[in-house]
């Protein structure tokens, strides 16, 4: 079935350090990406998303391409606040079709925190 | 507002108990889900509706019940059944079934005490 592998955490970074938060995939298909953010006590919010291969995502000042080559949407951001601290979670969902049912699938997610 | 409504937001049980979690959306979404979350484990799919008065089993429904009489809502019950229903739990819709992307409520945090 399908899976998504992020990078271990916690990351802890120092205000305005570059962030790499590395996300690859399995799917039998060609899924949609996403990333989606959780503040502490609360839901998750969608941060970027691409629907297809070279695609590139950006909202905040966070990027992530669509790469089919690597199986890989790594998120990735030049100057992080403090404010960006949170848990991130990367996500696909199958195109429905056949025996797919568009199902929506997470990485484990990491936690990011950010020191002034 | 437009949005996605869970409550309670903190939820106790007792041991044998059964409770119900509300979850209801004026986005006019066709499809709802039910999330449970663990710590460092992610998101596990509980439930998903795609219509009203259809629902479908996702990964863990064991232990869980869930109805979809109305468009707007997509109650979750947890059973005695359920060995270990300490969780976050979250409320999700989308557009439409499929690659859009969805949407989440702020939560319900359940604890069996």
């Known amino acids: 079935g399908d899976s998504v592998t992020q990078m271990e955490g916690p990351v802890t970074l120092s205000e305005e350090a570059f962030l790499t938060i590395n996300c690859t995939y399995t799917a039998t298909g060609y899924p949609s990406l996403f990333w989606y953010v959780q503040y502490p006590g609360e839901g998750l919010q969608l941060l970027l998303k691409a629907t297809k291969a070279d695609d590139k995502g950006s909202n905040k000042g966070f990027e992530a391409t669509y790469r089919k080559e690597t199986t890989s949407f790594h998120l990735e951001k030049g100057s992080v606040q403090v404010s960006d601290s949170a848990v991130y979670f990367c996500a696909l969902s199958e195109v429905p079709g056949g025996t797919s049912y568009g199902k929506l699938t997470f990485g484990q997610g990491t936690i990011l925190t950010v020191h002034p | 507002d437009g949005g996605i409504t869970q409550s309670p937001k903190y939820l106790f049980r007792k041991e044998g108990q059964n409770v119900t979690l509300s979850c209801e959306q004026n986005l006019n979404h066709d499809a709802m889900y039910w999330y449970r979350q663990d710590p460092g484990q992610g998101l596990r799919l509980i439930y998903y509706?795609?219509?009203?008065?259809?629902?479908q089993k996702g990964d863990i429904a064991e232990g869980y019940s869930v109805s979809r009489e109305k468009k707007e809502s997509f109650p979750l019950t947890v059973t005695s059944a359920q060995k270990n229903p300490t969780a976050f739990y979250l409320c999700a819709t989308r557009l439409e079934f499929g690659v859009t992307e969805a949407f989440f409520g702020q939560g319900t945090r359940l604890t069996v005490v």
């Open positions: 509706s795609q219509i009203v008065n259809d629902f």
